[in-house]
C-alpha cells in the first residue's frame, strides 16, 4: 500500500516538533528518515501509527486517511 504524508505537522503540549512533512512511500520500496537527533523523526514515526495525531497536514494509507481507518 502506498503511504503518503502531506505537509503534516505534529506539536506536543503545544511545542512544535515537526513541521510541514511531506513524503511518499510506493510499495515495495524502503524509505529511510534521517536527520540529527531532536529533528523529529520518531515523532514522525508515531504519527505513523497513529499514537500521536497531527495538528495540521494529511497521513493516508492506500489512498484512505489514516485518521478514518478502524
Same mark, same amino acid.
Request: glycine fraction near 18%; charged fraction near 15%.
Given at each position: 500500500?502506498?503511504? $503518503?504524508?502531506? &505537509?503534516?505537522?505534529?506539536? %506536543?503540549? +503545544?511545542?512544535?516538533?515537526? !513541521?510541514?512533512? =511531506? /513524503?511518499? $512511500?510506493?510499495? &515495495?520500496?524502503?524509505?529511510? %528518515?534521517? +536527520?540529527?537527533?531532536?529533528? !523529529?523523526?520518531? =515523532? /514522525?514515526?508515531?504519527?505513523?501509527?497513529?499514537?500521536?495525531?497531527?495538528?495540521?497536514?494529511?497521513?493516508?494509507?492506500?489512498?484512505?486517511?489514516?485518521?478514518?481507518?478502524?
Amino acid at each position: 500500500m502506498r503511504v $503518503a504524508v502531506e &505537509g503534516v505537522s505534529i506539536d %506536543i503540549g +503545544g511545542v512544535p516538533l515537526v !513541521g510541514d512533512a =511531506t /513524503l511518499a $512511500a510506493e510499495p &515495495g520500496t524502503f524509505v529511510g %528518515i534521517v +536527520g540529527p537527533n531532536g529533528s !523529529g523523526k520518531s =515523532t /514522525l514515526l508515531r504519527a505513523l501509527y497513529r499514537a500521536l495525531t497531527p495538528v495540521a497536514g494529511m497521513i493516508h494509507l492506500g489512498g484512505e486517511e489514516l485518521a478514518q481507518l478502524t
